[in-house]
């Protein structure tokens, strides 16, 4: 089993930046991507942002050029960057990470944006 914890969720307001940050621990083999996904109110989780472990990433078109995604393999950490924060990006932020081709994710920490 991997467990993944995250944290630096919170509130800011509209404009503002925050960091996310899960590290991943346990019975890990060898962690292949990594990203997060969030989940607003009303709605489904969505993808938001995936790092590779040889560094490409991906992004949903939403957060492109205000997001930034980072991860350190020696550590099994991945961070987000969040930049020009808007209201619309308030959600629960959850880490997710392929473990030898076993999904895991974390419990997920809060963002809200006010505007």
């Known amino acids: 089993q991997v467990q993944l914890v995250e944290s630096g969720g919170g509130l800011v307001q509209a404009g503002g930046s925050l960091r996310l940050s899960c590290a991943a621990s346990?019975?890990?083999?060898?962690?292949?991507?990594m990203g997060w996904y969030r989940q607003a109110p009303g709605k489904q989780r969505e993808f938001v942002a995936r790092?590779?472990?040889?560094?490409?990433?991906n992004y949903v078109d939403s957060v492109k050029g205000r997001f930034s995604i980072s991860r350190d393999n020696a550590k099994n950490t991945v961070s987000l960057e969040m930049n020009s924060l808007k209201p619309e990006d308030t959600a629960v932020y959850y880490c997710n990470a392929d473990d030898y081709g076993i999904d895991y994710w974390g419990q997920g920490t809060q963002v809200t944006v006010s505007s």
């Open positions: 790092i590779s472990r040889g560094g490409s990433t």
């Open positions: 346990g019975s890990i083999v060898r962690i292949n991507a």
